[in-house]
Nanobody
Framework: QVQLVESGGGLVQAGGSLRLSCAAS????????MGWYRQAPGKQRELVAT???????NYADSVKGRFTISRDNSKNTVYLQMNSLKPEDTAVYYC?????????????WGQGTQVTVSS
């Protein structure tokens, strides 16, 4: 059973920083794409950032220059460093991984972690 477990959310003032982590566990052969998505109340889930196994990066325009995604392949872990946070960054942040496990290539989601930015 593959699991993605996120940590690092919380409450922070505008201009502050948070670092999210997401560790994948279980019988995993390889992980292709890892990423972060977020969903604010009343809105659809949206992409924040992704990183491939080779290190190629993709960011939403709204977070470019403020957020940094990285991964540690030896730990099957992806990180999201969030700086200069704004109230509009408030959302539940979800980790996503496209990986090869015993069920073949599948996408998995974490349970989500709340990020709240106060003004």
């Amino acid at each position: 059973q593959v699991q993605l477990v996120e940590s690092g959310g919380g409450l922070v003032q505008a201009g502050g920083s948070l670092r999210l982590s997401c560790a994948a566990s279980g019988r995993i052969f390889s992980i292709n794409l890892m990423g972060w998505y977020r969903q604010a109340p009343g809105k659809q889930r949206e992409l924040v950032a992704t990183i491939t196994s080779g290190g190629s990066l993709n960011y939403a325009d709204s977070v470019k220059g403020r957020f940094t995604i990285s991964r540690d392949n030896s730990k099957n872990t992806v990180y999201l460093q969030m700086n200069s946070l704004k109230p509009e960054d408030t959302a539940v942040y979800y980790c996503n991984a496209a990986l090869f496990g015993t069920l073949g290539l599948r996408a998995y989601w974490g349970q989500g972690t709340q990020v709240t930015v106060s003004s």
